[in-house]
């Protein structure tokens, strides 16, 4: 930047009369002038710049996830962006990127419908009957839809006919309407329906308890601390994967 403190103009050694002395000193004022203007509309520029950052990320998805997970006394978190490809790539590529200590510390939320709840049974007002559920489960493991369905037929003690519970993939389009994301940017965090959260208990087995999983956008992802998880979540916690 110009410093206008400096900026002399650099006289003839040979004696001036005084109308070219006057004349002199005029255009140096009207250059420090034209400086200080300069100086001023770049530093108002900046300013607008920074303004405008600071709004943006208070609008952005990582933001408005940390500030729930903050306001409700989660502190061991952290995000990630990766690579738009990212899902392309193999677990173990996955792994590095993001930090994590082995691909079974990386997992997904996939939100459930039960097809043959009764008809009554349309949202999610009953956690123990609910017509959907968002599961967290590792990708190194093998999703068990039936020990789902035996686990709420047991928390309901068994008052509701087994055969009522049939919990299937959600469709793409229902799962964004009720989360508010995307495929491969499902989370559990910021949904806009309070969808019931099923954590697979082998999650619980990870050491460091330290997992990953979708952050609201395909190429944001949430690291989180297990049992801050469980505190923030309240998961119905089932044995529901296999190898």
């Given at each position: 930047m110009i410093n206008s403190s400096n900026f002399q103009l650099k006289i003839q050694e040979a004696p001036l009369m005084e109308p070219q002395l006057a004349e002199l000193e005029r255009?140096?004022?009207?250059?420090?002038n034209r400086i200080s203007k300069l100086e001023l509309s770049l530093s108002t520029q900046n300013n607008n710049n920074n303004n405008l950052s600071a709004c943006d990320g208070g609008d952005t998805t990582e933001a408005r996830l940390s500030n729930i997970l903050r306001s409700n006394g989660?502190?061991?978190?952290?995000?990630?962006?990766?690579?738009?490809?990212?899902?392309?790539?193999?677990?173990?590529?996955?792994?590095?990127?993001l930090g994590a200590a082995s691909i079974d510390h990386l997992c997904k939320s996939i939100v459930l419908v039960n097809t043959q709840a009764p008809s009554n049974i349309t949202d999610c007002s009953d956690c123990n009957n609910s017509k959907y559920y968002i599961v967290v489960v590792q990708y190194t493991a093998r999703f068990n839809a039936e020990t789902v369905k035996n686990y709420l037929y047991a928390l309901n003690d068994g008052k509701i006919a087994k055969k009522?519970?049939?919990?299937?993939?959600?469709?793409?389009?229902?799962?964004?309407k009720l989360t508010?994301?995307?495929?491969?940017?499902?989370?559990?965090?910021?949904?806009k329906t309070n969808i019931p959260v099923i954590l697979d208990e082998a999650i619980l087995r990870l050491n460091p308890d330290f997992f990953w999983l979708g952050g609201g956008e395909i190429d944001l992802k949430l690291g989180i601390r297990t049992s801050e998880f469980i505190d923030f979540a309240k998961p119905f916690i089932v044995s529901c994967s296999g190898t």
């Open positions: 255009l140096q004022t009207r250059i420090l989660v502190k061991d978190f952290a995000f990630k962006k990766v690579s738009s490809d990212y899902y392309e790539w193999p677990l173990e590529s996955r792994r590095d990127v009522r519970f049939n919990l299937r993939l959600a469709p793409e389009e229902t799962s964004m508010g994301y995307g495929h491969n940017a499902v989370t559990c965090i910021g949904m």
